[in-house]
């Protein structure tokens, strides 16, 4: 094979590889535009992490329940942000704590420094004293740091976990997705690829979608350099 044929013969792998990408990417679309549906469709997979996290640091107490800060308010609020796709965890994140803090009162006090490992009686202290405006002392300024801090720890790993869940379900529901997207152009072009070969097409699309574009552009590039080479 010389290398005028061997290019090419890169090239059209090349081709093969960017549209195999190309039908991982349409599933994955598929599987997003799941979201739409009641209830955040297979969003839901991944967010139940946060919601668990989000009831264990924002307890029922009467004096929020027919508020905006309600547990019920604050899970459906952050639901929204996370199908609608804010633009980072860190983000999410972010919002999600200010929220737990503006619930801080003397009542949820000791359920939240259970949760996050504080001294219970200081951060009671500490809720009374934003309440009343008081300043804080310096211990109660540094118990306060540290349940910040536990408190975003806690929220960014349930974020991480249910994007990790996310992923994980996206990646395998857009497989058969891929498949039946595979079958139905092998209908549409007859004689073109067999039924075998869609198949086999549709399993390797989503697992190379993501990396589609980088292989194909190294490919075109050594198709470029032997033909080159051999002119």
């Known amino acids: ?79 929204s942000q996370w199908i609608n796709g804010v633009a980072a965890t860190a983000d999410q994140v972010s919002i999600a704590k200010s929220l737990v803090k503006l619930r801080l009162t003397p009542d949820t006090a000791p359920a939240l420094a259970a949760a996050t490992g504080v001294d219970p009686t200081i951060l009671s202290q500490i809720a009374s004293s934003i309440q009343s405006g008081t300043p804080l002392t310096p211990q109660q300024s540094d118990v306060y740091g540290r349940f910040d801090l536990l408190l975003t720890t806690l929220l960014d790993q349930a974020y991480q976990r249910g994007s990790q869940r996310y992923r994980s379900s996206a990646k395998l529901a857009a497989v058969p997705i891929a498949v039946v997207l595979a079958l139905v152009a092998a209908h549409s072009l007859p004689n073109q690829i067999t039924t075998a070969q869609a198949v086999l097409l549709g399993l390797i699309a989503t697992p190379v979608a993501p990396v589609a574009k980088d292989i194909a552009s190294a490919i075109t590039t050594a198709a470029q350099a032997i033909q080159s080479w051999g002119k």
């Open 1 to 79: 094979m010389d290398a005028t044929t061997t290019g090419t013969t890169l090239s059209h792998l090349s081709a093969l590889i960017a549209a195999v990408g190309a039908l991982g990417t349409a599933a994955f679309g598929l599987v997003d535009a799941c979201k739409a549906l009641p209830g955040g469709g297979i969003s839901r997979v991944g967010f139940k992490f946060i919601s668990q996290t989000i009831l264990k640091l924002a307890p029922e107490v009467p004096s929020l329940d027919n508020t905006a800060l309600s547990p019920s308010v604050l899970l459906f609020t952050l639901q």
